[in-house]
């Protein structure tokens, strides 16, 4: 993957071992670092190689199943190499939502840009995060192995509509069900203000 020049994007997917089914394990791969690749993606969800955007769908698809996350910090992983490259938010976008009910209740599946569905609940959280300055939220979903989409504006107005309250730990919150789990944005009270 580290020799980049020579077989630029093309290279680098024929590196990569070809799974039959699922993903790879990339978390069990420890790899040494090879250094960071001029590769990013950026808050759009857009992957730039060499500052140009990857316009292949199946080539940001296969390289999105062995993203790796160690702190605050993205790799690209194969059992022998382990590159870094740049990410400005969080890897994935939740552009779609399908909402539904089963036996249990609602139930929240979004689809990312790397046309992954993930059904918000049990392992896969809901979070919504302050933004500083604004006082707006910017909610994201838990895809996989510490790696989050964040959910487009639509989307949350969306989820929005489809929120209710209830008390958590003693305070009225407001939030969103999916799984049997409620996932809070914020105090039913604060909201009310700028209704």
Same mark, same amino acid.
């Given at each position: ?13 024929? @590196?990569?071992?070809? !799974? +039959? ?5 990339? !978390?069990?791969? #420890? ?10 993606? &950026? ?33 690209? =992983? ?5 590159? %870094?490259?740049?990410?400005? *938010? ?22 990312? #840009?790397?046309? *992954?569905? =993930? ?9 919504? =995060? ?7 939220? +910017? ?25 209710? !309250?209830? *008390? =958590? ?10 799984? %049997? !789990? ?5 105090? &039913? @009270? ?6």
């Amino acid at each position: 993957m580290a020799k980049t020049g020579q077989g630029g994007l093309e290279a680098i997917a024929a @590196s990569l071992p070809r !799974e +039959k089914r699922g993903l790879p394990p990339v !978390e069990r791969w #420890n790899p040494p670092f090879c250094g960071d690749i001029d590769m990013k993606i &950026a808050g759009d969800g857009t992957w730039f190689y060499q500052k140009t955007p990857i316009g292949r769908p199946a080539l940001v698809r296969l390289f999105s199943t062995i993203l790796k996350r160690e702190g605050d910090k993205y790799f690209l =992983v194969t059992p022998v190499e382990k590159v %870094g490259l740049d990410v400005e *938010d969080s890897p994935f976008l939740a552009v779609e939502l399908k909402a539904a009910r089963d036996e249990r209740g609602p139930v929240l599946a979004f689809r990312t #840009n790397v046309d *992954d569905w =993930v059904e918000a609940g049990p392992g896969h959280a809901l979070k919504f =995060v302050a933004e500083p300055g604004t006082g707006g939220l +910017k909610p994201y979903l838990h895809v996989r192995r510490d790696l989050w989409a964040k959910v487009t504006r639509a989307l949350f107005y969306d989820l929005v509509e489809l929120g209710e !309250e209830r *008390d =958590v730990g003693g305070k009225r919150m407001f939030g969103v069900v999916s799984r %049997g !789990e409620f996932f809070p944005m914020a105090e &039913a @009270s604060a909201l009310r203000e700028f209704a």
